[in-house]
């Protein structure tokens, strides 16, 4: 049984860092995109950033690009996003996803093309 369990979500004032996981488990994600996708309130749900598994490309929603960082340790199974200088729009909820790296690299950004989703952690950032 694949599970995503996130972690590391909180409260934090603008400015500030966070550090979210995901552990995965269940499944052999070679070769997979795993992801971070969020939904703020009252909003769809949105792209932050992919990891591609085997060689470790990445990509970024561009509300996100030199603050937020994904990385993977696949000794662990984990992905990680680093978040800095937060602020109060990155509020939402976070959700891991992994899902075969798609044929074309557009449409990482997409969340129909992830097979497996966790239960989400909350970020909320104070002004």
């Known amino acids: 049984q694949v599970q995503l369990v996130e972690s590391g979500g909180g409260l934090v004032q603008a400015g500030g860092s966070l550090r979210l996981s995901c552990a995965a488990s269940g499944h052999t994600f070679s070769g997979y995109a795993l992801g971070w996708f969020r939904r703020a309130p009252g909003k769809e749900r949105e792209f932050v950033a992919t990891?591609?598994?085997?060689?470790?490309?990445?990509y970024y929603a561009d509300s996100v690009k030199g603050r937020f960082t994904i990385s993977r340790d696949n000794a662990k199974n984990t992905v990680y996003l680093q978040m800095k200088r937060l602020e109060p729009e990155d509020t939402a909820d976070y959700y891991c996803?992994?899902?075969?790296?798609?044929?074309?690299?557009?449409?990482?950004?997409?969340?129909?093309?992830?097979?497996?989703w966790g239960q989400g952690t909350q970020v909320i950032v104070s002004s």
């Open positions: 990891i591609r598994e085997d060689d470790g490309s990445t």
């Open positions: 996803a992994a899902g075969p790296f798609p044929r074309r690299e557009h449409l990482v950004g997409i969340g129909a093309m992830y097979d497996y």
